[in-house]
């Protein structure tokens, strides 16, 4: 949701009341699946390590709410994906392991139409749904029935006509696995019998993925050997990092950190979006030769670095390095088509679904500089250092590696909330579909995806959309009051970056 110009205070925000009053909802259509056998699969040691993790998906739709449609949708779509059916039940064993079991799944039981109050809507509808975003977070789900839900708001917001939000638990997949899914639902405006058009994956550069050299001379073949040398050293130093954040290292106390000794999941976050210009990113990128990732992470850097010294009022020439924690995709690139397999035929070997994630531990430098490239260009030094490291492989067999020997009390608490608590922001980033795309029978206007359940007090998604990105924050309200103005923040930084390239 665009944040306004107007801030309120500090107070207002954190005792301003939810818009939302809980009324029974009209009953919807019953859509049901036909398959109710178990399935005997574990759960994964990464999935169970997601334990307090929720996805928050916000859509806004093009087009007022069908209820009928989309359930159908739903049911002939992403219901019939098998994590969508089935719930984690104990195996039994004296480790207390868990199983994946399917069970019988009635849409309409994961159908949500709430009744808001309609002054509020008129009044601030694009806040009602902030409100009602954030109201996600204190609610329990079910257990008993598979952890994934849709909440239709129907009425017209400034970016949708309608919005729908989708919250999944995260053992059921990671954001790349759960949004290709939903992408694999859908279909091309354009041409609805057609999955939509996804942008061309990004080339993997890293030593590995590099062919030996076989006539290019001995300088050549020299030259691939000694890559393997700085991929090994890399990473050893890339793991000892991760184990000293994990046993000792924090992040200096600065105005996004929680308290000191904080490693609980905090119940407070709100989502709020804007949208950029990819044209605009990608010019960026041409004018300096880098990547949509550098550019990403430089506008990052610069955002962040605007709001602390405005905030805390220190001297201009302060320099911190913070660290975020970055999930990596794993997997092999895997076209839609093998994900539209695994929901109608369940063929799961043709794809690496549910999560599977490694980590990398990302510095942030907060500084002032007179020229915003510089901040694109640190971030593309950075990047590029770790482009040569196998951190990511090591941090997720590790993490496996102690949940297995240890369980999840001692291995989910040392390892992974060590791991968030002593670092100060999480980033992440999705491409989406190159077209206008619709959704069970809905064109999509923006997809916003979050997540909450994380000690960290800020959370940046960027996400692309046709020729948009939208960038989403996860913030925790408390440690964040004035978060529209960080919102307002990333958009200028974006703005400085783009005039500063447009004088090259």
Not at 12 to 36: N, V
Not at 372 to 383: D, E, F, G, M, W
Not at 447 to 463: F, S
Not at 480 to 504: E, N, R, T, V
Request: aromatic share 10%; charged share 20%; net charge neutral.
């Amino acid at each position: 949701m665009d944040a306004s110009n107007g801030c309120p205070s500090a107070a207002a925000l954190r005792t301003r009341p939810l818009s939302i009053r809980t009324k029974p909802r009209a009953p919807a259509a019953e859509w049901t699946t036909e398959d109710s056998t178990a399935d005997k699969e574990p759960v994964t040691p990464t999935a169970r390590l997601m334990e307090d993790l929720y996805i928050v998906v916000t859509m806004g739709l093009g087009s007022p709410l069908n209820l009928p449609v989309f359930s159908a949708g739903i049911a002939t779509q992403l219901a019939r994906y098998p994590r969508f059916q089935s719930i984690q039940v104990a195996d039994g064993s004296e480790d207390g392991n868990r199983r994946w079991a399917r069970v019988k799944v009635k849409v309409d039981d994961h159908i949500i139409v709430p009744v808001l109050d309609p002054v509020a809507v008129e009044a601030d509808a694009d806040q009602v749904v902030e409100d009602y975003a954030a109201s996600l977070v204190t609610l329990p789900m079910d257990a008993s029935r598979p952890l994934w839900e849709f909440h239709f708001l129907d009425f017209p917001t400034s970016e949708a006509t309608s919005t729908v939000v989708l919250r999944v638990h995260h053992s059921l997949g990671d954001g790349m696995s759960l949004m290709t899914l939903v992408f694999a639902s859908a279909r091309s405006v354009a041409d609805p019998t057609r999955l939509p058009a996804m942008p061309k994956q990004p080339q993997r550069r890293a030593a590995i993925y590099m062919p030996r050299p076989r006539s290019a001379g001995t300088m050549a073949f020299l030259g691939w050997v000694w890559s393997y040398f700085v991929l090994a050293w890399n990473t050893m130093v890339d793991v000892a990092f991760f184990a000293a954040t994990v046993l000792f290292l924090r992040d200096p106390k600065t105005s996004f950190s929680r308290s000191d000794d904080d490693t609980v999941f905090s119940q407070r976050r709100r989502f709020v979006h804007l949208s950029l210009s990819l044209d605009d990113v990608k010019f960026i990128k041409n004018a300096i030769n880098c990547t949509v990732n550098d550019v990403l992470v430089g506008a990052t850097s610069a955002a962040l670095s605007q709001y602390y010294f405005r905030k805390t009022g220190n001297t201009i020439t302060e320099k911190i390095c913070l660290r975020s924690v970055l999930p990596v995709n794993l997997r092999a690139t895997t076209s839609l088509q093998k994900y539209v397999n695994l929901i109608e035929f369940g063929k799961s070997s043709d794809v690496g679904w549910g999560n599977q994630l490694g980590y990398i531990i990302l510095p942030f430098h907060v500084a002032m500089h007179d020229d915003p490239l510089v901040y694109v260009r640190k971030a593309k030094k950075t990047l590029d250092r770790k482009k040569r490291t196998l951190e990511m492989v090591f941090t997720c067999k590790i993490s496996e590696l102690f949940l297995k020997l240890f369980g999840m009390k001692q291995a989910g608490s040392f390892i992974f909330r060590r791991m968030l608590a002593n670092t100060s922001m999480l980033f992440s980033n999705v491409i989406g579909p190159a077209e206008p795309t619709e959704f069970c029978g809905h064109p999509i206007t923006f997809i916003a995806p979050g997540l909450y359940g994380v000690p960290q007090a800020l959370i940046v998604h960027y996400t692309s959309y046709c020729n948009t990105i939208k960038v989403t924050l996860s913030i925790d309200d408390e440690i964040f009051p004035d978060y529209s103005q960080l919102l307002d923040d990333f958009a200028d930084s974006f703005g400085h970056i783009k005039d500063a390239a447009l004088g090259l």
